[in-house]
């Protein structure tokens, strides 16, 4: 981490300060912050490992603009660092959904042996992922689906319902456990219009309506910690008291327990989402409202590599039958507490 | 050539003193404190906190509620009084979010954290004034359109800002800053007592001192203004670096609130911005404007949002409701400006 990509930061932030403002900001303004290593998946045990045929991955992302987002990135460039059969070739992430095509397009007249496509937006990359398949190119989907399965060899992402569903059952065995019975239970979704939002927020009330409980305060943020902040606090306003609460994204979830720091509320538990590092060391020290968070790991991003290298030599996993890598792979939204947090430790996140 | 009867320009003309503005002319002028426009707009605020008050009885009126609404209200209120003078004197700025942004993102890198809560403040606060500056010069001396300057500000602010940051979320770790701008004085947050300060300064440099008679002299005529011996591209560049103070100063605010300086503070804060002047009366032409219609304009989104999470409303119907108020104001405007002409 604090290589080439560190000194280049700083020259970029020299330029920065004397177009900015001047000498003073240029001397306070370094990051060398304890960030950890990218997620990598180390190389499993058995044959798979043992370096193969060459491969060439492809990789195209949207603009790392999130801490989860960029962690999925760096935890792909990170895991194609881990084999030595592999050749990683990334085009800049971007947010708009024109140049990601011709990215990938790009991608394709290289003749890449793997493509791994993290869509901006599944429906409108589906063509260009056909296309790369009828290229004879295999396309390893990550997160985002297309539109159809002809788009793609094979899927890999998370799972946004189950993770609504398993922040309802942990929060209703601990209500359970302490003998609530008519809790008031608080929601901070993220951005409201987006599909995975609404899948969240389904399997939550699902899961709840199970033990015979209800969302009641519930607001839509940003998936920021200024937008968690400001929702968070009218929230707090609207119920003097909670028994607790689901926000839905560890980056925001810092400014939702900033929030709830600022009302001095400590009468509910709270469950986050994705898992990030903040929350997990939060967790671990067991000091304030937060008491699990639910995954939505970008591990997903390395495995998607390892998953790619394997379709490039015409492997399989290991331990299951199939001769093939499955079509679909869905990962577990775990709930990450006290009790089991260091054994997650490794797939947390800067968020 | 002027649009208004109230316009300043003939006491610019008479070059007054350098300082504080006599006393006489401004009684002359009379017109302030009773405002039709603003009146009515107060008259929509009380409405709201009515709602507010039937709606949830237990919890609008709160200590707590209400803290709450000016804390909320307290970083874009201190930027849209910045956007305040800039739209008075004929401009636009599109970049006051990226520049919070920009200016959080900065005081919160880990160095700057090292070095205490001085540097902090004085990182956001010369970033922010720094940008606006930038701005200033641009649309003055480089006469770029402040629509383009601050668009191309928009996109480079944030840029920067997200290049700093690495995208990540900077959580501060230094406890004084958040000790002194998370805390009370005299029983109000720290956040509020900025807010009131940045106002009362503001409204003073407005209506009190040459700046703002210059102010809006520009922006009601800027051949006139020129005329009269104003340098007007020094002061359009002043202008655009009050904005940009005003935006370091919020920035200080988000960040104390969220504990975070992150690439995405301040998103929309320009849409927000230019809603509650333009509802607070401020003409977008320049020339005229009040620092009590923004303030009230930036407290009727606040408490609009607070009454939805109140009741468990959906946002959507949040945002058509803050647009529905927009055109309704500036409907409203349209109306009285008429009237008055006509008479």
Same mark, same amino acid.
């Given at each position: 981490m604090s290589g080439p990509s560190s000194l280049a930061r700083r020259r970029f932030l020299t330029g920065g300060a004397?177009?900015?403002?001047?000498?003073?900001l240029a001397a306070c303004t370094s990051n060398e912050s304890p960030q950890s290593a990218p997620?990598?998946?180390?190389?499993?045990?058995?044959?798979?490992?043992?370096?193969?045929?060459?491969?060439?991955?492809?990789?195209?992302?949207?603009?790392a603009?999130?801490g989860?987002?960029a962690a999925?990135t760096k935890?792909?460039r990170a895991?194609?660092g881990?084999? &030595?059969?592999?050749?990683?070739?990334?085009?800049?992430?971007?947010?708009?959904?024109?140049?990601?095509?011709?990215?990938?397009?790009?991608?394709?007249?290289?003749?890449?042996?793997?493509?791994?496509?993290?869509?901006?937006?599944?429906?409108?990359?589906?063509?260009?992922?056909?296309?790369?398949?009828?290229?004879?190119?295999?396309?390893?989907?990550?997160?985002?689906?297309?539109?159809?399965?002809?788009?793609?060899?094979?899927?890999?992402?998370?799972?946004?319902?189950?993770?609504?569903?398993?922040?309802?059952? @942990?929060?209703?065995?601990?209500?359970?456990?302490?003998?609530?019975?008519?809790?008031?239970?608080?929601?901070?979704?993220?951005?409201?219009?987006?599909?995975?939002?609404?899948?969240?927020?389904?399997?939550?009330?699902?899961?709840?309506?199970?033990?015979?409980?209800?969302?009641?305060?519930?607001?839509?943020?940003?998936?920021?910690?200024?937008?968690?902040?400001?929702?968070?606090?009218?929230?707090?306003?609207?119920?003097?008291?909670?028994?607790?609460?689901?926000?839905?994204?560890?980056?925001?979830?810092?400014?939702?327990?900033?929030?709830? #720091?600022?009302? *001095? *509320?400590?009468?509910?538990?709270?469950?986050?989402?994705?898992?990030?590092?903040?929350?997990?060391?939060?967790?671990?020290?067991?000091?304030?409202?937060?008491?699990?968070?639910?995954? @939505?790991?970008?591990?997903?991003?390395? &495995?998607?590599?390892?998953?790619? *290298?394997?379709?490039?030599?015409?492997?399989?996993?290991?331990?299951?039958?199939?001769?093939?890598?499955?079509?679909?792979?869905?990962? @577990? &939204?775990?709930?990450?507490?006290?009790?089991?947090? #260091?054994? @997650?430790?490794?797939?947390?996140?800067d968020? | 050539?002027?649009?208004?009867?109230?316009?300043?320009?003939?006491?610019?003309?008479?070059?007054? %003193? %350098?300082?504080? +503005?006599? %006393?006489?002319?401004?009684?002359?002028?009379?017109?302030?404190?009773?405002?039709?426009?603003?009146?009515?707009?107060?008259?929509?605020?009380?409405?709201?906190?009515?709602?507010?008050?039937?709606?949830?009885?237990?919890?609008?009126?709160?200590?707590?509620?209400?803290?709450?609404?000016?804390?909320?209200?307290?970083?874009?209120?201190?930027?849209?009084?910045?956007?305040? /003078?800039?739209?008075?004197?004929?401009?636009?700025?599109?970049?006051?979010?990226?520049?919070?942004?920009?200016?959080?993102v900065w +005081?919160t890198t880990l160095a700057t954290q090292a070095?205490?809560?001085?540097?902090?403040?004085?990182?956001?606060?010369?970033?922010?004034?720094?940008?606006? !500056?930038?701005?200033?010069?641009?649309?003055?001396?480089?006469?770029?359109?402040?629509?383009?300057?601050?668009?191309?500000?928009?996109?480079?602010?944030?840029?920067l800002a997200e290049r700093i940051s690495g995208r990540q979320t900077q959580?501060?770790?230094?406890?004084?800053?958040?000790?002194?701008?998370?805390?009370?004085?005299?029983?109000? %947050?720290?956040?509020?007592?900025?807010?009131?300060?940045? /106002?009362?300064?503001?409204?003073?440099?407005?209506?009190?001192?040459?700046?703002?008679?210059?102010?809006?002299?520009?922006?009601?005529?800027?051949?006139?203004?020129?005329?009269?011996?104003?340098?007007?591209?020094?002061?359009?560049?002043?202008?655009?670096?009050?904005?940009?103070?005003?935006?370091?100063?919020?920035?200080?605010?988000?960040?104390?609130?969220?504990?975070?300086g992150?690439s995405?503070?301040?998103?929309?804060?320009? !849409?927000?911005?230019?809603?509650?002047?333009?509802?607070?009366?401020?003409? !977008?032409?320049?020339?005229?404007?009040?620092?009590?219609?923004?303030?009230?304009?930036?407290?009727?989104?606040?408490?609009?949002?607070?009454?939805?999470?109140?009741?468990?409303?959906?946002?959507?119907?949040?945002?058509?409701?803050?647009?529905?108020?927009?055109?309704?104001?500036?409907?409203?405007? /349209?109306?009285?400006?008429?009237?008055?002409?006509?008479?």
């Amino acid at each position: 981490m604090s290589g080439p990509s560190s000194l280049a930061r700083r020259r970029f932030l020299t330029g920065g300060a004397a177009v900015g403002a001047g000498a003073l900001l240029a001397a306070c303004t370094s990051n060398e912050s304890p960030q950890s290593a990218p997620q990598a998946v180390a190389g499993n045990a058995g044959q798979n490992s043992q370096p193969g045929k060459h491969v060439t991955i492809g990789f195209s992302a949207p603009a790392a603009d999130h801490g989860w987002m960029a962690a999925m990135t760096k935890n792909a460039r990170a895991q194609a660092g881990q084999f &030595s059969d592999v050749t990683f070739t990334a085009t800049e992430g971007t947010n708009d959904v024109n140049q990601q095509i011709a990215q990938v397009e790009t991608l394709i007249n290289q003749k890449v042996g793997v493509l791994v496509i993290l869509p901006f937006d599944g429906k409108a990359l589906t063509q260009v992922g056909q296309q790369a398949m009828d290229a004879g190119i295999p396309v390893v989907n990550v997160d985002r689906v297309f539109d159809t399965p002809l788009a793609y060899r094979t899927w890999i992402g998370g799972d946004n319902y189950r993770m609504g569903v398993n922040a309802g059952n @942990y929060i209703a065995g601990e209500l359970k456990k302490k003998g609530v019975t008519s809790p008031v239970i608080g929601e901070v979704a993220g951005i409201d219009s987006l599909p995975l939002t609404q899948e969240r927020s389904q399997g939550f009330r699902d899961a709840l309506a199970k033990h015979g409980f209800a969302v009641g305060p519930r607001v839509s943020a940003q998936f920021t910690p200024e937008s968690g902040e400001q929702m968070t606090s009218n929230l707090l306003q609207s119920a003097p008291k909670l028994d607790a609460l689901w926000n839905h994204d560890d980056d925001q979830g810092i400014g939702v327990l900033a929030a709830i #720091d600022n009302a *001095r *509320r400590s009468e509910f538990l709270m469950v986050g989402g994705a898992g990030s590092r903040n929350m997990m060391d939060l967790i671990k020290a067991d000091s304030s409202v937060i008491k699990a968070t639910v995954l @939505y790991s970008p591990s997903m991003a390395s &495995s998607a590599i390892a998953l790619a *290298r394997l379709l490039g030599q015409d492997k399989g996993i290991g331990d299951l039958a199939e001769h093939e890598i499955p079509a679909n792979v869905t990962t @577990y &939204s775990a709930v990450v507490t006290k009790e089991n947090v #260091d054994s @997650y430790a490794d797939v947390a996140f800067d968020s | 050539m002027t649009k208004d009867p109230s316009s300043v320009l003939p006491e610019a003309t008479q070059a007054p %003193p %350098p300082r504080a +503005a006599p %006393p006489a002319p401004k009684a002359a002028r009379g017109r302030f404190p009773v405002d039709a426009r603003l009146a009515g707009l107060f008259g929509v605020f009380v409405l709201l906190c009515l709602v507010g008050w039937l709606t949830r009885p237990d919890a609008f009126f709160t200590e707590g509620n209400l803290s709450t609404i000016l804390r909320l209200a307290a970083a874009i209120g201190v930027v849209s009084v910045g956007m305040t /003078f800039v739209i008075i004197s004929g401009g636009i700025d599109l970049s006051v979010g990226s520049i919070v942004a920009l200016s959080s993102v900065w +005081a919160t890198t880990l160095a700057t954290q090292a070095y205490g809560p001085v540097v902090m403040v004085i990182c956001a606060l010369a970033v922010g004034l720094g940008c606006g !500056l930038i701005n200033g010069v641009l649309v003055s001396y480089g006469r770029v359109v402040p629509f383009i300057a601050t668009l191309a500000m928009y996109a480079s602010a944030r840029g920067l800002a997200e290049r700093i940051s690495g995208r990540q979320t900077q959580v501060v770790r230094e406890t004084g800053f958040l000790s002194f701008f998370r805390g009370d004085f005299l029983g109000i %947050p720290v956040l509020i007592w900025m807010f009131a300060l940045v /106002f009362v300064v503001g409204w003073v440099l407005l209506n009190r001192t040459t700046f703002g008679r210059r102010t809006f002299a520009v922006g009601g005529n800027t051949e006139a203004a020129r005329l009269a011996g104003i340098n007007v591209k020094r002061h359009t560049a002043l202008v655009y670096g009050v904005a940009g103070l005003c935006c370091g100063i919020a920035a200080i605010m988000v960040v104390a609130r969220t504990t975070s300086g992150a690439s995405t503070n301040g998103l929309y804060y320009e !849409l927000d911005a230019i809603a509650a002047v333009v509802i607070g009366g401020t003409l !977008l032409t320049g020339g005229r404007g009040t620092l009590i219609g923004t303030l009230i304009g930036v407290l009727i989104f606040t408490v609009l949002g607070n009454i939805f999470t109140l009741n468990n409303l959906d946002t959507d119907i949040q945002n058509i409701a803050k647009g529905a108020i927009i055109v309704l104001a500036v409907l409203l405007q /349209f109306r009285t400006n008429r009237a008055r002409k006509s008479t």
